[in-house]
């Protein structure tokens, strides 16, 4: 299987640094001083092969699921491939708003899944218009991909905004829909 680069992924990990970089959405490089960390008293050896168990267990209280649960990922690439990898296949329906994070695009197509847009319009404030949502979704739609503060715009959306979308989709007899606060 050929996998084609993330043409935005190669260029934000290769572009010239700069002061102020607005590519990135994790942080810049730190010192171990500037951490403020107690580097002797740091464990990094023992019985966590997925994790310190008490992130598993916080993460798993958070979202009300049980801890085996949790897969913790480095970063919101490897969670949208881990999710993509585990949910779809050939010939599967992926929505996805437009502007987009561009592995929201790429990775789906990876596994062979045909991808649909929805419009989040400048002139709305790159809000979700419900009733276009609703038209975007087909009776194979099986995954929703937004970003939330949207990416690239930034804008959050409230509790209820981000509901609106999962209502659609069950309405829609979609199976499965679950939104993570």
Known sequence: MEIKPI????????????GI??????LTGLSREELAVDWDGLEINGEHPYGHPPLLEAIAARHRAHVD????????????????AA?????DDV?????????????PRLFGANVTRFERRFENGYRIDPEEFRRALTPRTKLVLLANPHNPSGV??????VLAPAA?????GLDKVRTLR
Do not use: I
Request: aromatic residues 8%.
């Open 87 to 91: 949910l779809l296949g050939p010939g």
């Open 156 to 161: 959050a959306l409230s509790h209820d905004e």
């Open 69 to 84: 649960n949790v897969c913790p990922v480095v970063g919101a690439s490897q969670g949208v491939f881990s999710v993509c």
């Open 7 to 18: 043409e935005y992924m190669a260029w934000a990990k290769t572009k010239p640094k700069s």
């Open 21 to 26: 970089n607005l590519s990135l959405s994790g």
């Open 95 to 107: 929505l996805v708003e437009r502007p987009a994070y561009e592995p929201f695009l790429a990775v």
């Open 168 to 172: 659609a989709s069950e309405e829609m």
